[in-house]
């Protein structure tokens, strides 16, 4: 079991150019959960997905931010124009549902740099 | 909204001394409550969780009892060693109450631990 593998481990943008992130969850789990970390506003919730259907976007910035998950393999997260508050870690999440409130499953992110 | 209320921002221990970290919770009704720890350069992984009132959840010598009197979930461990030196994070779900499966996390607490 490899874990929950997210690419590229660090990632530099200039101001205003776009970043892609991936994720590839545990095999065989059924959600896929997206999570942003800085010092200033801690561990915040972006999006997720089940069974590859998008359920809750709530903390989604309403701007220049979108998720998809294409196939049960993989998620991406886009983010256009990149700004210099977009720099943190973003971090990628996997769980299997087993009827109560569940384990995820945390890859070790993503560090992005905005010039 | 849910949040989750960390007291001690650092704390700062030497081996063999008594660790508590304060967690308080505001939800309505029986959310899960979680303790997560997260390594330099690691995502979060879980330690454990508790889903009813005054149910101890438990993992390598640290412990929290669900106390939804004092809407609590208290992590403590009795004698601290130096590779628990991490950062602790206490989170809410509230899946179980038929709402999202996102973490609401708490703004976590560094521990470290000098032998």
Known sequence: NAGVIQTPRHKVTGKGQEATLWCEPISGHSAVFWYRQTIVQGLEFLTYFRNQAPIDDSGMPKERFSAQMPNQSHSTLKIQSTQPQDSAVYLCASSTRTGGAEEQYFGPGTRLTVL | ?115
Request: charge should be negative.
């Open chain 2, 1 to 115: 909204g849910d949040s989750v209320t960390q007291t001690e921002g650092q704390v700062a221990l030497s081996e063999e001394d008594f660790l508590t970290i304060h967690c308080n919770y505001s939800a309505s009704g029986y959310p899960t409550l979680f303790w997560y720890v997260q390594y330099p350069g690691e995502g979060p992984q879980l330690l454990f969780r508790a889903s009813r009132d005054k149910e101890k959840g438990s993992s390598r010598g640290f412990e929290a009892t669900y106390d939804k009197g004092t809407t609590s979930f208290h992590l403590r461990k009795a004698s601290v060693q130096e590779s628990d030196s991490a950062v602790y994070y206490c989170a809410l779900s509230d899946f179980n109450q038929g709402g999202s499966a996102k973490l609401i996390f708490g703004e976590g607490t560094k521990l470290t631990v000098s032998s």
